[in-house]
């Protein structure tokens, strides 16, 4: 069955460090991969997606995310964090199901950023 | 463009009672899905549709219905609202699935409380 899976529910990180959030996904076929934001009380905003080709994707807000066919990853980092990267960010997976590709999301990790 | 909509951003109910989330977009999107978010479990999908008149189940239909008969509307109903409904619901469309990679674009959510 297809998974997703956000091993960190909380990342605490200083402004100006670098960020690294984990996604593992369990799926047989080559996947469509997302990344999304939520800041509070807001719906679900992309950042970047992975479908093929180069393997390091650049998306907004100076994020970008490395898939690793071989450990089934798709991380999520950014260089140097700003106090408005506060959020929680969810990992989905693009699978196909019975006549349709599912979007299947990770739990979130909710990301704190110290001033 | 103004993308998802959904009505109302929150409402309280008490046990028993009936009521419709609306959510309706603008961008001709075929596909157009119902989620549910809880803490700690991420967003699970409720029902989907493909186009109008063609639903389906996703992983936690028990306790709601849809019905699809227009490509800009998709109406969720709680028939008799229970505690376990309490939650935030995302409504989130994306083109055909001939649009490789297309990603979900979300409305800005529901808060529903059932007392």
């Known amino acids: 069955a297809q998974s997703v899976t956000q091993p960190d529910i909380h990342i605490t990180v200083s402004e100006g460090a670098s960020l690294e959030l984990r996604c593992n996904y369990s799926?047989?076929?080559?996947?469509?991969l997302f990344w999304y934001v939520q800041s509070p009380g807001q719906g679900l905003q992309l950042l970047l997606k992975?479908?093929?080709?180069?393997?390091l994707v650049q998306g907004i807000k100076g994020f970008e995310a490395e898939f690793k066919r071989s450990q089934s990853s798709f991380n999520l980092r950014k260089p140097s964090v700003h106090w408005s990267d506060a959020a929680e960010y969810f990992c989905?997976?693009?699978?196909?199901?019975?006549?349709?590709?599912?979007?299947?999301f990770g739990t979130g990790t909710r990301l704190k950023v110290l001033a | 463009n103004a993308g998802v909509t959904q009505t109302p951003k929150f409402q309280v109910l008490k046990t028993g009672q009936s009521m419709t989330l609306q959510c309706a977009q603008d961008?001709?999107?075929?596909?157009m899905s119902w989620y549910r978010q809880d803490p700690g479990m991420g967003l699970r999908l409720i029902h989907y549709?493909?186009?109008?008149?063609?639903?389906d189940q996703g992983e936690v239909p028990n306790g709601y219905n849809v019905s699809r008969s227009t490509t800009e509307d998709f109406p969720l109903r709680l028939l008799s609202a229970a505690p376990s409904q309490t939650s935030v619901y995302f409504c989130?469309?994306?083109?055909?699935?001939?649009?490789?990679?297309?990603?979900?674009?979300f409305g800005n959510g529901t808060r529903l409380t059932v007392t």
């Open positions: 989130a469309s994306r083109p055909r699935d001939r649009v490789r990679n297309s990603p979900l674009h």
């Open positions: 961008m001709n999107h075929e596909y």
């Open positions: 989905a997976v693009g699978a196909r199901g019975s006549g349709t590709y599912k979007y299947i």
């Open positions: 549709s493909v186009g109008a008149g063609i639903t």
């Open positions: 992975y479908f093929s080709g180069d393997t």
């Open positions: 799926y047989g076929a080559t996947p469509y």
